[in-house]
Structure formats: C-alpha cells, structure tokens
Nanobody, 123 residues
Framework: QVQLVESGGGLVQAGGSLRLSCAAS????????MGWFRQAPGKEREFVAA????????KYAGSVKGRFTISRDNAKNTVYLQMNSLKPEDTAVYYC????????????????WGQGTQVTVSS
C-alpha cells in the first residue's frame, strides 16, 4: 500500500501563491493516478486536479484551471500542487490521494489519502 503525507499549507493573501507537496512512501506503481481534493467547512470534498504518475495526462476542476498546476518528481515519489492567483474561495483543507484503477474526478474513486493540509486565503 501507499502512505501519503501533505505539506506546504498556510496563510496567504488573495492573489498570492503557494505550493503543496505530497510525499508518497511504500511501494508505488507507475499505474497510480494522483489527485488533489479540497474540503471547506460544510462542503463536500471537491476535486481539484489529477495526474497520471508519469504525467502524460492531467485534468483540473474548472474553478482552478489556469491557476493551479499539478506536477511530479518521480525520483522523490512526490506530487506537487502549485497554486497561483489564490482567492478566498480557495480556502480549504487540501488532500492528496492515490487511485490504482481510474483517472477519476470523484473522491470515492481514490484508494489512499493523506491527512490534509490547511490553506487559508485572506482578503
């Protein structure tokens, strides 16, 4: 199995940038899909971005397209989420996730989850 640990969250002002990291441990497989989700208080867990492990395919939620970028460092077994032009509505706990089967956009399609990291965008 895979263990995931997020880091890099914090407090930033609107318009600022932040990069989240997700370090994977345990045996990993090239077929794993990596995703980022977020959850704000009172809201359902929301898809943000996903990438195949090799990075040949990526997809983004419409609300973050053009502002967020998902990327990987395969040698470090780490996935990143670069967040630019942050807005207050981006405030949430951000989770990384891994799926062994599908290039999914739904939280229930993912098999492994990190503990989450808080991102707060002030205005």
């Amino acid at each position: 199995q895979v263990q995931l640990v997020e880091s890099g969250g914090g407090l930033v002002q609107a318009g600022g940038s932040l990069r989240l990291s997700c370090a994977a441990s345990g045996r990993t497989f090239s077929s794993y899909v990596m995703g980022w989700f977020r959850q704000a208080p009172g809201k359902e867990r929301e898809f943000v971005a996903a990438s195949t492990w090799s990075g040949e395919s990526t997809k983004y939620a419409g609300s973050v397209k053009g502002r967020f970028t998902i990327s990987r460092d395969n040698a470090k077994n780490t996935v990143y989420l670069q967040m630019n032009s942050l807005k207050p509505e981006d405030t949430a706990v951000y989770y990384c996730a891994a799926d062994t089967s599908y290039f999914g956009s739904y939280y229930y399609e993912y098999d492994y989850w990190g503990q989450g990291t808080q991102v707060t965008v002030s205005s």
